[in-house]
């Protein structure tokens, strides 16, 4: 039977070894898994033993996303030496880590798509599109920017 423990090491290897997991993002786990549970605060220290240039504003957004992946949790709350108030403490999930949200497609990527889409429509034998390439350019574009305009 596995424990919690064994699952927690199944998910810091995966975290580790994955590649999915990078940057901030692994270090914080890292740090959390080997040192936690911990404050933003005391993630921001370690972190910064390690990377001088780190701000605490880099740290507390990436314990958010991470939350959201549900490889951090908020393991209870304790009360901040330096200003008196109660803050979170963090610690490493036993759950392998979500997929990051993908990021809405901009404008520009858009555009880049269709026309990767649409160019190998055209006729190599004249500079402009046949018929059915209009045709195509046309419904695609009234499919892909309907109401974006």
């Not at 990078?22 to 549970?37: A, D, F, V």
């Not at 880590?97 to 889409?117: A, F, N």
Request: aromatic content about 8%.
């Amino acid at each position: 039977m596995r424990t919690e423990s064994d699952r927690s090491l199944e998910a810091y290897i995966y975290v580790r070894d994955s590649g999915k997991v990078t940057g901030l993002h692994s270090m914080i786990y890292r740090i959390l898994y080997h040192q936690g549970p911990m404050t933003s605060e005391g993630i921001w220290q370690q972190v910064l033993a390690l990377r001088p240039n780190t701000t605490s504003h880099s740290v507390t957004p990436r314990t958010k996303e991470m939350k959201e992946r549900k490889m951090i949790w908020a393991s209870g709350e304790t009360q901040c030496p330096n200003t008196g108030r109660m803050v979170t403490l963090w610690d490493v999930t036993t759950a392998m880590p979500e997929p990051k949200p993908l990021k809405p497609e901009t404008k520009m990527k858009r555009i880049e798509r269709v026309l990767r889409e649409t160019i190998p429509l055209m006729n190599p034998d004249t500079p402009l599109f046949n018929e059915e390439g209009w045709t195509t350019l046309r419904d695609f574009y009234q499919r892909e920017f309907s109401g974006t305009w």
